[in-house]
């Protein structure tokens, strides 16, 4: 494992001492966990960002599936007769 230095304001390192305390964990730990949870945050929005590009192009390209053909499937739900999920352009 490496060693990096970091800076805190004072505030942080009162916090991040306070909560070692109590969860009765490192300094070290917490940092850990915390970049770690920030770097999971960040690859999600990454991801969710790609995704939104992606639908944005295949609207642009009219791939689209209408209102009424979503609602008709929907009030499909949980009868004898249910639809499979509509596709863009029907």
Do not use: D
């Not at 992606?54 to 609207?59: F, G, L, N, R, T």
């Not at 791939?63 to 739900?77: G, I, R, Y």
């Amino acid at each position: 494992m490496s060693v990096t230095t970091v800076r805190l304001q004072p505030e942080l390192e009162e916090s991040l001492g306070a909560m070692a305390e109590k969860l009765q964990r490192s300094k070290s730990w917490l940092i850990n966990q915390a970049l770690r949870e920030f770097f999971e945050r960040q690859e999600q929005e990454q991801n969710r960002w790609q995704e939104t590009l992606q639908a944005m192009e295949s609207v642009a390209q009219g791939k689209v599936v209408s209102a009424e053909a979503v609602n008709t499937w929907l009030q499909s739900w949980g009868s004898a007769n249910e639809l499979s999920p509509p596709k863009a352009g029907e």
